[in-house]
């Protein structure tokens, strides 16, 4: 089978095209052609002329040898890769270590324990939050009556952050193992639609992450894999053999429990910030990392559309318009966009009380009125929280802090309109766009909630976006803030075999352990720790 990329069609092509395509560009009768799968869609709106479909196709031909060695200097034309999954080993070793425990029962934490359970290791889930389903329920209470459950929120619980997102299914990680293919492969199984498995640009949408989460934990647990839940590690059992030799015995905890174990994946998220800190207290590797801070900012979806797709806005192979912006500023500071939401909405995304974060979500079909995305600025630990691994984590709750008081300290976020964003004067009115964060906006000035260089980049990059995006800097576009959960602020240091530096048996895993970016990057780091995890206990294929 080859495969045949950057077949390039009109948006409205008639469904013969296509194959007429594959044969042109092999330069084959029509006859020849036996079979085609399309493995990837994707369009481009650059050009004035019109939005092109570009194409990767897997194809079957009646002489598929002759064709490849005519082929031999078109990058475009290979053989089709085998993207297959395979587990690193087959035969179970008895080397007496505990089950392995998975701290974290998001993307990573999931994918983890999937890897291990299809391994026959009967893994155990620990989490700190409830199932999604009741979860749901807590989060609804924030937003609809401003009412927080610390253990159970946007960041805490099955699915972790990842359930209520946009659920993009797209990364800029390189996977030359194809590993993204097992992660949307095991989706489908679960629920989500099949056409993951082609489009550039996959996503999910909360309420069917919701389900397909649900279906993978049963998946697990008929594997044998165990979930625990609102079980909150609150301190790790290290042994200590020597100044170089440290190693993990055991887990405390919340309510007194102990649990032996001597291989942890911690896989809890970039908001478990008491965890950072018992970490750093048991002496763990960690150091701080950059990260962003800014705030939501929303159009209407259909100005967002127009400006993407002009004539061709609402075509139903478009689906909503989405972008992605960049600019560096005069005063040496990136701006950005962030975690762009098509047709979805700002969400409150706070697990401490008194602060307030804000976060974008979307639905699978991006039909609601609004357009958001985080508009943030990026900030490094050298210049702007230096001196202690965790001083980001400090800047963060400060910035919270302020943007709770801000907006009248019920978790209401503070929100302004672009126009009197930019001519440094508070807000007073709503204008042409109407915000869709709950439990709702207070309108202020922003700048009370960021510090000055933020400010001062967002102002010069704003109407540099306008330039790109038609009406982007419009005056009655909305601004809610802060936006400071871009990623984790530290990160738990590893070694080549995964495992922390200096703790022997303590997997540091996806986002919060600071490597990881996204659902799909969450859950292709967990199956490289579920890899390296099983290392000890299978005999690795050849």
């Known amino acids: 089978m080859l495969r045949i990329t950057e077949l390039k069609l009109p948006l409205d092509h008639a469904p013969a095209a296509l194959p007429a395509a594959i044969c042109q560009r092999l330069n084959i009768a029509p006859e020849d052609l036996m079979a085609f799968e399309i493995v990837r869609r994707a369009h481009d709106a650059r050009k004035k002329s019109g939005i092109l479909l570009i194409y990767s196709v897997d194809v079957t031909l009646k002489n598929e040898a002759d064709v490849l060695a005519r082929m031999t200097h078109e990058p475009s034309v290979r053989i089709t890769p085998d993207t297959e999954y395979r587990f690193i080993g087959t035969t179970l070793a008895n080397n007496g270590k ?10 990573c934490g999931i994918f983890t324990a999937l890897i291990l359970a299809q391994m026959g290791l009967k893994p155990i889930i620990l989490d700190r939050g409830k199932v999604v389903r009741e979860r749901t329920k807590d989060t609804w209470g924030l937003w609809r009556r401003g009412e927080l459950e610390p253990e159970s929120n946007v960041q805490f619980g099955e699915g972790g952050a990842g359930t209520f997102s946009d659920g993009k299914l797209y990364s800029q990680i390189k996977d030359p193992r194809h590993l993204s293919r097992k992660v949307l492969t095991e989706f489908v199984k679960a629920g989500a639609p099949p056409e993951i498995l082609t489009e550039a640009h996959p996503h999910i949408g909360t309420f069917r992450l ?23 590690v609150t ?14 015995r055991g887990l405390h905890l919340h309510g007194g429990g102990y649990l032996e174990a001597d291989q942890v994946v911690l896989a809890v998220g970039h908001s478990a910030r008491d ?34 797709f002009g004539s061709c806005a609402g075509h139903p192979d478009l689906g909503a318009a989405a972008y992605t912006l960049s600019h560096h500023c005069a005063n040496g500071r990136t701006v950005y966009s962030f975690c762009m939401c098509p047709g979805g909405r ?13 976060n974008g979500m979307s639905q699978y079909s991006r039909k609601e009125f609004n357009a958001n995305a985080g508009f943030v600025v990026g900030i490094d630990p050298e210049r702007d929280y230096p001196g202690h691994p965790l001083a980001g984590v400090e800047l963060q709750r400060r910035l919270e802090s302020l943007a709770f008081v801000a907006g009248g300290s019920d978790y209401k976020a503070p929100g302004q309109k672009v126009g009197d964003f930019l001519k440094g004067q508070a807000s007073t009115e709503f204008g042409e766009v109407l915000p869709s964060y709950k439990p709702g906006v207070h309108l202020t000035d922003l700048s009370a909630c960021l510090p000055d260089f933020a400010i001062a980049a967002m102002r010069e990059a704003l109407p540099i976006f306008g330039r790109q995006i038609k009406r982007y800097d419009h005056p009655d576009a909305m601004m809610t803030g802060v936006e400071t959960r871009t990623s984790s602020p530290i990160r738990i240091t590893r070694g080549k075999d995964m495992q922390s530096l200096n703790t022997q048996g303590l997997y540091p895993a996806g986002e919060g352990a600071g490597y990881a970016g996204g659902i799909l990057s969450a859950a292709i780091d967990g199956i490289k720790i579920a890899e390296a995890v099983a290392q000890e206990w299978v005999e690795v294929a050849p």
């Open 98 to 107: 505990h089950r392995p425990v998975v701290i974290g029962a998001g993307p």
């Open 210 to 232: 919701v389900t397909m989460v649900e279906h993978m934990r049963r998946t697990i647990e008929a594997l044998g894999g165990e979930y625990r839940w609102q079980t909150r």
């Open 235 to 248: 301190d790790i059992d290290v042994h200590v053999a020597s100044d170089r030799i440290r190693s993990v």
């Open 275 to 308: 965890t950072f800190e018992m970490l750093h207290e048991r002496g763990v590797f960690i150091e701080a990392k950059p990260f962003s801070i800014g705030v939501r900012i929303e159009h209407p979806q259909s100005w967002i559309d127009q400006a993407r």
């Open 346 to 358: 700002v969400v409150a995304a706070a697990s401490e009380p008194g602060r307030v974060v804000t």
